[in-house]
């Protein structure tokens, strides 16, 4: 969020070492992202990147391939001195994850502490792979500077409750809490941070946003695309582990938690770990009645028709393995009580929308009974994610005329204004981490208080194995989501 002031060049990490760089992630996120902050002049001279991968691959041969992965994902010329400048800073360290020896090779090529305060090591590799590597960190001293040297761990911390305390232990054994960085790249996502603006920058908002005037809370992050080459990770996942037990409930906390007294990364973060405090528990019993899980059958995407999910490469061929989740949440506070929050995602959905829509109460008294409005539409307010990052208000107008007729106004704020370019989540979240800003990053009590969330849920799916609906590929999702809504006039609002 770049709260971080006045960061000294002193104390700019040198080295930024990229583990898993040969992966998707790298080259969908991290490179791009990286040479966007190379553009916006926010890379130190001095900062070294490292690729660290098995592939038997020299700088040279590296550096070719990110300039082909940059060609296809940047718009406009690369031939220029700022992406000289950017492809001069790589340089490849052919190694093992699980091999001590090619850490401690990696150590004696990065400079030493008396030349540069400090590097950070971005696990952009399996979970499984995780423990490996902070050992190997450990055992060649590179986990020091104790409180400098920094390591950043995709999600999903963990697969569980239990796994997630285990490798967090794992973790404090060798790198001190402010070291470690786990990033959620919804939270660097403009709308999201829009949203904390949103909320308490406007008087007019904060007064409307509690139980007495919302009816419900609905969060879809709904994506077009399959799982892609990830069947590897994913098929073990699912997209309860895969996106709403750290992206959606993150949004969720956004939208619901208390205004913290700073703007600085401990006070919300606490504000954050009493939302999810406060989610009542599923009981064992009540699993079904909150939680919906779907797998994708054959269907038409965008006009092309695509294959069911245990047709895709290395999918085992019964999965049950969901690509859909939708759940139901009560949060238990004054602010909160009685309000559900409807969470779902899924792949190969109808089309990439990922929003957060508020559904307003209807006005207390029908005042209009007696003309055609009697049955006026709730107000909503619908912050939109992707594609477009914007936030429109929908309120009621009278139609021009003699009769009392109305019409569905949206108020449209775009938050970009025609001249401005929006950066993708993750410039944001490393340009945090080379400052040492953790606001937008995410404390283990965090990660534990949601797994703790979604516990239930995991349990009784690990135990009921034999049957998923499924939903063709190209639709909204399974018609059975439709069961957790608390009312009838509650339905799933697809667009903005
Ligand atoms: C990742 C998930 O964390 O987020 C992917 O592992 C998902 O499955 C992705 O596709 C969505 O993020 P974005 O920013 O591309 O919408």
New binding site residues.
């Given amino acids: 969020m770049n709260l971080a002031k006045n960061v000294s060049p002193d104390d700019l990490p040198c080295s930024f070492v990229i583990f898993g760089a040969t992966g998707n992630l790298a080259s969908?996120?991290l490179l791009p992202a990286l040479y966007h902050l190379e553009v916006a002049a926010r890379l130190a001279e001095s900062l070294t990147i490292i690729a660290f991968s098995r592939r038997d691959w020299t700088t040279e041969s590296w550096r070719e391939h990110v300039r082909e992965v940059l060609r296809g994902k940047i718009k406009g010329s690369l031939d220029t001195p700022v992406f000289e400048r950017f492809i001069a800073r790589f340089a490849y360290h052919k190694g093992d994850l699980n091999d001590v020896e090619s850490f401690r090779a990696l150590a004696e090529r990065l400079p030493p502490e008396s030349a540069c305060s400090s590097a950070v090591f971005y696990l952009a590799i399996k979970p499984a792979e995780f423990g490996a590597v902070i050992q190997n960190l450990e055992a060649v001293g590179l986990n020091k500077p104790r409180g400098l040297n920094r390591v950043v761990i995709?999600?999903p911390f963990g697969e569980d409750l239990e796994s997630a305390q285990m490798l967090n232990r794992l973790l404090h054994q060798y790198f001190d809490e402010e070291q470690v960085y786990r990033i959620d790249?919804?939270l660097g996502?403009e709308t999201v941070q829009n949203l904390l603006v949103f909320r308490f920058a406007n008087t007019l908002i904060e007064p409307l946003w509690n139980r007495n005037f919302i009816d419900h809370v609905q969060i879809t992050?709904a994506?077009s695309?399959g799982?892609e080459k990830?069947a590897d990770y994913?098929d073990h996942a699912g997209a309860l582990r895969?996106?709403l037990q750290?992206?959606l409930m993150q949004l969720l906390t956004v939208v619901a938690m208390e205004p913290p007294p700073a703007l600085e990364a401990d006070a919300l973060r606490d504000e954050k770990v009493k939302v999810l405090r406060s989610i009542r528990p599923i009981g064992k019993r009540a699993v079904h009645a909150h939680a919906v899980r779907a797998q994708y059958a054959r269907g038409s995407v965008d006009g092309q028709m695509v294959q069911a999910y245990q047709q895709e490469d290395d999918v085992e061929p019964n999965s049950i393995t969901e690509t859909f989740v939708a759940a139901k949440f009560y949060i238990d506070n004054w602010r909160w009580r009685g309000v559900p929050f409807y969470l779902r995602t899924g792949?190969r959905m109808s089309r990439?929308t990922?929003m957060i829509a508020i559904r307003f109460r209807h006005p207390p008294q029908q005042l209009f009974r007696e003309t055609p409005l009697e049955t006026i539409a709730p107000n909503w307010v619908l912050l939109s994610i992707?594609p477009e990052e914007s936030m429109h208000m929908e309120i009621h107008v009278k139609q021009p005329g003699l009769d009392m007729d109305t019409r569905v106004m949206q108020m449209n704020a775009s938050f970009l204004k025609t001249d401005e370019q929006t950066l993708?989540?993750y410039e944001t979240l490393l340009l945090d981490v080379i400052e040492g800003d953790r606001s937008l990053f995410i404390r283990f009590d965090e990660v534990e208080w949601a797994w703790q969330v979604v516990d239930p849920i995991l349990k009784n799916w690990t135990v009921e194995r034999e049957f998923i609906p499924t939903y063709p590929a190209g639709s909204w999702g399974p018609a059975e989501a439709n069961r957790l809504f608390d009312s009838d006039d509650q339905t799933w609002r697809n667009e903005v």
Avoid: G, L, P, T
């Fill in positions: 969908n996120k995709e999600k790249h919804f996502k992050v994506e695309i799982i990830r994913y895969d996106m750290n992206h792949k990439q990922s992707q993708d989540a």
